[in-house]
């Protein structure tokens, strides 16, 4: 059994429109509705949570209800942080100790279907595995007052991406000591790896990008008008119908 779990319930401050960003049109299309519509189309998923804020959950029910092609899902409430948000989506769910659980950002919607089945085949052979891509540019270690203490070697390092995937059983214990611990990680993997296990990188590409402000936006217009849109089967006519349904939603609403 193979599972990923959407951590969504960000409130998307950086892009400052107002709404979580996975709500916003990309190319006419809800940033979530092509992220979902991605692993739809991969064989080895068998069934997804999207993890959003509560007052979001009953609205994605709605939104979500009008998709074909959808993989089998369910929609849950996130917790106060991201890990939080990722073990609600675990607990929703039953399986095996070795079922595989990949997570992924709601807010990455380039992801290629060579990724999701190399880091599902890597998170079988591994404790974890995590998408990436080798560092671009050049890294310094600054101390608290800006002064560089360190250049690491740029050949060491990755920029790691999602999806992250680990066996079930794997991933609630590293969960569970970290929350004993009090220990807030910046990623899955940084909760594996602390809690003793090794985690394997995928070579992903550097179109895997996460959808975080105005300017990523844009970037991804660019991929789909010189690359064409990487989902398939998406439903043209419904869409106007679902982007109107979320402007209703958020129309003159602050933030919560």
Known sequence: MVTVIFPAAGRGKRMGAGMNKVFMPLVGVPILIRTLLQYSACNEIDQMVVVVADYEVEFVKKLLGDIHGLKPYKVVSGGSERQYSVLNGINSIEGSEEDIILVHDGARPFI???????????????????????????IKICDAHGMVEDTPARSALWEIQTPQGFKRGILLIANDRAKKERFLGTDDASLVERAGYKVYVVKSDYQNIKITTPEDMLIGEAFIREKGDPVNGINKQIMPKIVSMIEKEWLGRDEK
């Open 112 to 138: 290629s279907q060579q990724t999701i089945q190399a880091t599902i085949e890597a998170a079988q052979r591994y404790d974890g595995a995590v998408a990436g891509v080798p560092a671009k540019n050049t």
